[in-house]
């Protein structure tokens, strides 16, 4: 029994002042898990509010200002473009509520101006993958269900939403889960004939077999990521699922993603980096016939913009997706 205790005890991974997961199951979260609420934020004017799609699945969505603009002058409501938000944290850290997405996906609503649906998906290891991808997809739709306009359960999508520039984002294990949308979305219908315009894939969390430059910078990186990957998908073949490697042998093919439009961005000292760019290029190479542009800010590594969302790269990098998005 001792024993028994005792690899009980045994961590099977750990990210330092993050996570900690136990041979057991007890997981030990140490950052980012604590939910703001939401709220109008009186910088930008952009405004928040929270709807539960399931048992299992909510979202926050974020309005900003220009949606009522026109309205209060009299005129016809103004539509935005959407973008479906997934955030990262490695598929097992972090709530879509916590006060590092809030504050930027305020600013991200504000510097778009679109309305932003950041998903709330159950986290591994207490609910390996696929778990996340589906209740993703199960938002997704949810989202895509208001396309029909007035009447739909959710006014900020039905009224002040242009469902022809829809889209779909996120950073890290958060582009990754965008990635695998934008594919299901080929093979599955969305609600009213809604279909994906663009997708914006920051920093993604993609890995293969064998050492990219990128991750020769940091090694040990490296390895965390790969480790966490089966942490978090136990039932994984490994890093060239084509879970986490869209471009493996037996991966279903680029050429299926639904999408127009595809915008990969980079850091350069992202450990990660040469995956996202391994991916533009296979987009290209694939036969898929929409377009993909590719943004690298300078000095920077993985996830930078969540650290400071005003410094000059995120500003960039923020620009580039506004852009994107209401094109």
């Not at 309005?63 to 935005?80: I, M, N, Q, V, W």
């Not at 600013?107 to 993958?129: C, D, F, G, K, Q």
């Not at 209740?135 to 989202?143: K, M, Y």
Request: aromatic share 8%; charged share 20%.
């Amino acid at each position: 029994m001792a024993d028994s205790g005792a690899s009980d005890d045994e961590v099977l991974f750990e990210m330092a002042q993050f996570i900690r997961v136990y041979k057991s199951g007890r997981v030990e979260r140490y950052f980012g898990s604590d939910p703001v609420p939401a709220s109008t934020d009186a910088a930008t004017g952009v405004a928040s509010k929270d709807r539960a799609i399931s048992p299992d699945v909510a979202v926050r969505l974020y309005l900003p200002p220009a949606a009522k603009e026109t309205e209060d002058d009299g005129g016809s409501r103004t539509k935005l473009p959407i973008l479906v938000y997934f955030h990262g944290g490695g598929f097992c850290l972090h709530t879509a509520f916590n006060f590092v997405f809030h504050a930027y996906l305020t600013s991200l609503a504000a510097r778009t101006r679109a309305i932003v649906v950041s998903v709330e998906y159950r986290l591994a290891p207490e609910h390996p993958l696929p778990a996340a991808y589906d209740d993703s997809w199960q938002a997704l739709r949810w989202v895509a269900s208001h396309a029909a306009g007035s009447g739909g359960e959710e006014p900020w999508l039905a009224d002040h939403g242009d469902f022809s520039r829809l889209s779909v984002g996120g950073e890290s294990a958060g582009a990754n889960v965008a990635h695998h949308m934008a594919m299901r979305a080929g093979t599955e219908s969305l609600p009213h004939g809604a279909r994906i315009s663009s997708a914006v894939i920051v920093h993604p969390y993609f890995l293969g077999a064998g050492r990219v430059a990128s991750e020769e910078t940091d090694p040990a990186m490296a390895q965390s990521v790969a480790t966490m990957w089966c942490v978090v998908c136990p039932g994984t073949t490994g890093v060239d699922d084509p879970w986490v490697n869209p471009l493996a042998a037996g991966a279903p093919g680029l050429q299926g993603l639904a999408c127009a439009r595809v915008l990969v961005c980079l850091a350069e000292k992202d450990v990660v980096r040469d995956r996202g760019r391994a991916y533009a290029e296979g987009l290209g190479a694939s036969g898929w016939a929409g377009e993909v542009e590719v943004l690298e800010v300078a000095g920077q590594g993985h996830c930078f913009h969540l650290v400071d969302f005003a410094c000059a790269g995120a500003v960039a990098q923020d620009d580039a997706i506004a852009r994107f998005v209401n094109l």
